[in-house]
């Protein structure tokens, strides 16, 4: 990430892109999962994820489902413990964010936001199968989706009382 690194916040935000903080992420949104499809959704090996799920294991942050057809392979969820840590974690980031939008005010705040989203829908038509350039309907209906999407994040913004 540019820029990012040299603080300890940037730091952290780059290890939770991979590793095990990144599984605990991908199974917080979608589980179970296999380490099969884990790998996929990282860019990762077979190996990596296996090495990612024993630490995991070890900290007793996720459990493993046996396959009740093939006894063999198993899936993984997110143990409580690795839940309640993970949901401190999301906790923890908020409070921060919410900290940074009250420093930099409702005008800037708002002004940030929607560059943000205007960036993430010109980036979301970019995708490795999409053809280049984008076609207009193409980008007209991220554009539809990312004013849904800043729309919700100032409501988000807005009802936790920040600005």
Same mark, same amino acid.
């Given at each position: 990430?540019?820029g990012v690194s040299h603080s ?11 590793? %095990?903080? !990144? ?7 979608? %589980? ?15 190996g990596r994820i296996s090495t990612?799920? !024993?630490g995991l294991q070890k900290k ?33 980031? !908020? ?48 554009? %539809?989706?990312?004013? %849904? ?6 409501? !988000? ?7």
């Amino acid at each position: 990430m540019v820029g990012v690194s040299h603080s300890k916040a940037g730091q952290d935000l780059q290890n939770s892109t991979r590793g %095990e903080k !990144a599984v605990m992420h991908i199974l917080f949104a979608k %589980e179970p999962q296999t380490p099969s499809e884990l790998a996929e959704s990282l860019h990762v090996t077979p190996g990596r994820i296996s090495t990612a799920l !024993a630490g995991l294991q070890k900290k007793g942050w996720i459990v493993r489902v046996p396959d009740e057809r093939d006894r063999r392979s198993a899936s993984i969820k997110l143990s409580e413990s690795g839940r309640v840590w993970l949901t401190e974690q999301y906790s923890r980031m !908020a409070e921060r964010i919410c900290w940074i939008f009250t420093q930099m005010g409702k005008r800037r705040t708002d002004q940030f936001l929607s560059l943000v989203n205007e960036f993430l829908a010109y980036f979301s038509v970019l995708g490795p199968d999409q053809s280049f350039p984008p076609s207009s309907g193409q980008i007209e209906y991220e554009f %539809e989706q990312r004013d %849904e999407r800043l729309a919700a994040m100032l409501e !988000a913004v807005r009802s936790q009382n920040i600005l």
